[in-house]
């Protein structure tokens, strides 16, 4: 099993940057797929972004957030910049053993971004 815990997030207003982190524990990290998705009230859950051997990014978020690993630090990171009033919602860390299926999943971290 894989324990994923998250950091960061808060309140800005639009146009500014937050940063969440996300630490696993319980496997290799290195051979996790990370990604990030988000959810808002009345919304379904979308995709942010992932990491692997390569970045993905969802079209929504593209040139502004950034996703990022450290693999010694078992973490993973999501710098968002330029942020939106559309941006906010809860975030939550996610992990793939393989088969491009997110299994486990992080606490979730309030991002606020006020107009």
């Known amino acids: 099993q894989v324990r994923l815990v998250e950091f960061g997030g808060g309140s800005v207003q639009a146009g500014g940057s937050l940063r969440l982190s996300c630490v696993a524990s319980?496997?290799?990290?290195?051979?996790?797929?990370m990604a990030w998705f988000r959810q808002a009230p009345g919304k379904e859950r979308e995709f942010v972004a992932a990491v692997d051997w390569r970045t993905t990014y969802a079209d929504s978020v593209k040139d502004r957030f950034t996703i990022s690993r450290d693999n010694a630090k078992n973490t993973v990171y999501l710098q968002m910049s330029n942020l939106k009033s559309e941006d906010t919602a809860v975030y939550y860390c996610?992990?793939?053993?393989?088969?491009?299926?997110?299994?486990?999943w992080g606490q979730g971290r309030q991002v606020t971004v006020s107009s």
């Open positions: 996610a992990a793939d053993t393989g088969g491009n299926v997110y299994q486990y």
């Open positions: 319980g496997r290799t990290f290195s051979s996790l797929t």
